[in-house]
């Protein structure tokens, strides 16, 4: 089963810049389309961005659009999210995990990582 950890979350002004990463562990990262989800408090989370195995096809919630670029080095086992023009409605946990399929987005089963804080001040 492949381990998750984010981090690169932080407190950045609306209209501003971060990159997320996700480090994984084992040797089926690969094999996997990845995900990125967030979950404001008080709200269910939610699908953001997503990326196929190869890197080649990715996609992206509507409210993130032009916005949020998903990539991932499988050399190195890694995730990004790198997300720009930040608005205090992106404030969550963001949260990385392997989906069934690029354009479904659903998460597959197993334990979520610990997530990263993302906070966008007005």
């Known amino acids: 089963q492949v381990q998750l950890v984010e981090s690169g979350g932080g407190l950045v002004q609306a209209g501003g810049s971060l990159r997320l990463s996700c480090a994984a562990s084992g040797r089926t990262f690969s094999s996997y389309a990845m995900g990125w989800f967030r979950q404001a408090s008080g709200k269910e989370r939610e699908f953001v961005a997503a990326v196929s195995w190869s890197g080649g096809i990715t996609s992206y919630v509507d409210s993130v659009k032009g916005r949020f670029t998903i990539s991932r080095d499988n050399a190195k086992n890694t995730l990004f999210l790198q997300m720009s023009s930040l608005k205090p409605e992106d404030t969550a946990v963001y949260y990385c995990?392997?989906?069934?399929?690029?354009?479904?987005?659903?998460?597959?089963?197993?334990?979520w990582g610990q997530g990263t804080q993302v906070t966008v001040s007005s």
């Open positions: 995990k392997a989906v069934t399929s690029v354009y479904s987005g659903t998460p597959l089963g197993g334990s």
